[in-house]
């Protein structure tokens, strides 16, 4: 069992930046997947980025790949996300997420396949 819980979301002028952090209590596996999804207001959550747990594989999806960038501190049990140059349109509640079952450092993008979820934290882009 993974309890995850996200914070540093925020209200920020478009073209700024954000980062938010994800603590992870339980063990973490040495195949888990770290990933962070988002869901605007009257859409459906979709990915944004993953990571490996151990030898740091990332994936972004097209929509914010140049600008977020992910990353993990094994020793503090925790997955980051660097937004920069934010845009109105990456306004959402973006939630982190564990997949606990990924083989061979597969990174997967759809919600289904992700096991454990924190509780979200909204982030507002003006413009």
């Known amino acids: 069992q993974v309890q995850l819980v996200e914070s540093g979301g925020g209200l920020v002028q478009a073209g700024g930046s954000l980062r938010l952090s994800c603590a992870a209590s339980?063990?973490?596996?040495?195949?888990?997947?770290m990933g962070w999804f988002r869901q605007a207001p009257g859409k459906e959550r979709e990915f944004v980025a993953a990571?490996?747990?151990?030898?740091?594989?990332?994936y972004y999806s097209n929509s914010v790949k140049g600008r977020f960038t992910i990353s993990r501190d094994i020793a503090k049990n925790s997955v980051y996300l660097q937004m920069n140059s934010l845009k109105p349109e990456d306004t959402a509640v973006y939630y982190c997420?564990?997949?606990?079952?990924?083989?061979?450092?597969?990174?997967?993008?759809?919600?289904?396949?992700?096991?454990?979820w924190g509780q979200g934290t909204q982030v507002t882009v003006s413009s």
């Open positions: 990571i490996t747990w151990t030898v740091g594989y990332t």
């Open positions: 339980g063990r973490i596996f040495s195949n888990y997947v």
């Open positions: 997420a564990t997949d606990a079952s990924s083989v061979r450092f597969e990174i997967r993008r759809a919600e289904y396949e992700y096991d454990y």
